[in-house]
């Protein structure tokens, strides 16, 4: 059932790869409660996507599961291609494909850096230029948001790696919105903090109890509110924006350092 606090996205099609994923699932959530039939893109999850898919129909949307390598580019083109196919035409990609490992930078090795670029940037890249070709020869044109963070622009130690790739997609995006624009595609990125997700606050209780103290909202994320800006930057009320970073931390953020 569509949720009406939502900017209604109904007979448009949405892409969201990493969709088995916690933030990936939480988007893909909310586009279907806009009202927007879903592709599930996962990689190795395919439980995962599966339950997605199995959670949003029973709640009256429409929802499949693709299964694709987002490091080949050969693979992103296809599952494009294949979201396309399922409704005849493709309006929204979110690219919330990642990983975030840790690693501190003395010991990083190129291998190690390059498997996180091609993870988090890359992939992006790559669906990016397919979705484009698509939307920009369809009535409406379309809408990409990648899934940044706020480490894109305040790095953590031990994640040299992903910070960079993060600080990369937020200006790929301004980039790409450069140059799409004239094309009808809108480009834009949504930068979450700290999304919770199940055992968090048990694997990690020292920096939970740090980001609540630290933020003004007095919780962390949770990955619906990531999934609500997606929507919004997917939708007719943002029409007139492109190239913008979407801060969704709480605001944590707005915090003093000194």
């Given at each position: 059932?569509?949720?009406?606090?939502?900017?209604?996205?109904?007979?448009?099609?949405?892409?969201?790869?990493?969709?088995?994923?916690?933030?990936?699932?939480?988007?893909?959530?909310?586009?279907?409660?806009?009202?927007?039939?879903?592709?599930?893109?996962?990689?190795?999850?395919?439980?995962?996507?599966?339950?997605?898919?199995?959670?949003?129909?029973?709640?009256?949307?429409?929802?499949?599961?693709?299964?694709?390598?987002?490091?080949?580019?050969?693979?992103?083109?296809?599952?494009?291609?294949?979201a396309r196919a399922w409704r005849g035409?493709?309006?929204?990609?979110?690219?919330?494909?990642?990983?975030?490992?840790?690693?501190?930078?003395?010991?990083?090795?190129?291998?190690?850096?390059?498997?996180?670029?091609?993870?988090?940037?890359?992939?992006?890249?790559?669906?990016?230029?397919?979705?484009?070709?698509?939307?920009?020869?369809?009535?409406?044109?379309?809408?990409?948001?990648?899934?940044?963070?706020?480490?894109?622009?305040?790095?953590?130690?031990?994640?040299?790696?992903?910070?960079?790739?993060?600080?990369?997609?937020?200006?790929?995006?301004?980039?790409?919105?450069?140059e799409y624009g004239p094309r009808g595609?809108?480009?834009?990125?949504?930068?979450?903090?700290?999304?919770?997700?199940?055992?968090?606050?048990?694997?990690?209780?020292?920096?939970?109890?740090?980001?609540?103290?630290?933020?003004?909202?007095?919780?962390?994320?949770?990955?619906?509110?990531?999934?609500?800006?997606?929507?919004?930057?997917?939708?007719?009320?943002?029409?007139?924006?492109?190239?913008?970073?979407?801060?969704?931390?709480?605001?944590?953020?707005?915090?003093?350092?000194?």
């Amino acid at each position: 059932m569509r949720d009406g606090t939502l900017p209604g996205l109904s007979g448009r099609v949405a892409l969201v790869t990493g969709g088995s994923g916690g933030i990936g699932a939480g988007v893909a959530a909310r586009f279907a409660a806009a009202g927007a039939a879903v592709v599930v893109h996962y990689r190795g999850g395919a439980a995962r996507a599966r339950d997605v898919v199995e959670r949003i129909e029973q709640g009256g949307g429409e929802a499949i599961a693709v299964a694709a390598d987002l490091t080949r580019e050969a693979e992103c083109r296809r599952l494009v291609e294949e979201a396309r196919a399922w409704r005849g035409r493709l309006d929204s990609v979110v690219n919330s494909a990642g990983i975030q490992p840790v690693r501190e930078l003395p010991g990083m090795t190129a291998q190690e850096w390059r498997g996180v670029v091609d993870a988090n940037l890359t992939g992006a890249f790559c669906c990016t230029q397919a979705a484009a070709e698509v939307m920009a020869g369809q009535d409406g044109g379309g809408s990409v948001t990648h899934v940044a963070s706020i480490e894109g622009t305040s790095p953590a130690p031990g994640h040299a790696h992903y910070s960079a790739s993060k600080a990369a997609l937020i200006m790929f995006a301004r980039s790409a919105a450069l140059e799409y624009g004239p094309r009808g595609v809108r480009v834009n990125t949504v930068s979450p903090g700290l999304v919770d997700r199940p055992g968090l606050a048990e694997d990690w209780p020292d920096g939970v109890a740090r980001w609540r103290a630290a933020a003004p909202l007095g919780r962390l994320g949770r990955p619906e509110d990531v999934g609500n800006a997606c929507v919004f930057l997917a939708s007719e009320a943002a029409a007139w924006i492109s190239g913008t970073d979407l801060v969704v931390d709480g605001g944590v953020g707005a915090r003093p350092t000194w």
